[in-house]
């Protein structure tokens, strides 16, 4: 099938263009409060139902040498094939969207701000498909990242990620 490689375009966080994440983006901001980021906490599950399908969870694990999967919605299961609640990202597949992940979610644990990317799958040079995506720092201690809240746009697209996902 050729080699797949995954970029993440990153976009300006205030021109949020999909209204579900611009949406998603105001709540978190609403919860800072002066704060870098608000804590798990301070998140109502009952406030997110417009996304709740599409949100995730990562816990940060020893200061962000992995992240495990706290928390997985239903609309996710169809990207992954399955439920991918516990999974470690070091076992994502296919391998560029485990490293374009992983480099994504480093960076927001060392500068402790929000990342809105488009991801874009590409094989032999050819783009094959995007979706966006909203990562938003959480902390507990309000000093460190320790959960980044995931929320999704696949634009209708999941039946073709799923297909690119399988791959590796």
Known sequence: MGDLTVEAVLLDTEA????TLA??????????????????????PTELG???PRLL????????????????????????????????????TPAAF??????????IVRDRLPVYVRNTYWR???EVDAYHV??????????NVNIILVGEDYRGREADLVKIMETD
């Open 23 to 44: 949406r998603l983006y105001d709540y978190w901001r609403g919860l800072c409060r002066g704060r870098f980021a608000p804590s798990r906490a301070d998140i109502d």
């Open 134 to 143: 909203l990562r938003l720092p959480l902390s507990s201690d309000g000093e």
């Open 124 to 126: 032999n040079g050819i």
């Open 98 to 107: 485990r490293e374009a992940v992983a480099s994504s979610y480093r960076q």
């Open 16 to 19: 949020i263009e999909l209204p």
């Open 57 to 92: 969870m990562f816990d940060v694990l020893d200061g962000g040498d992995d992240f495990r999967v706290r928390l997985a919605g239903s609309g996710t299961f169809n990207l992954h094939g399955r439920d991918i609640t516990g999974m470690l990202v070091s076992n994502f």
């Open 50 to 52: 417009f996304i709740l």
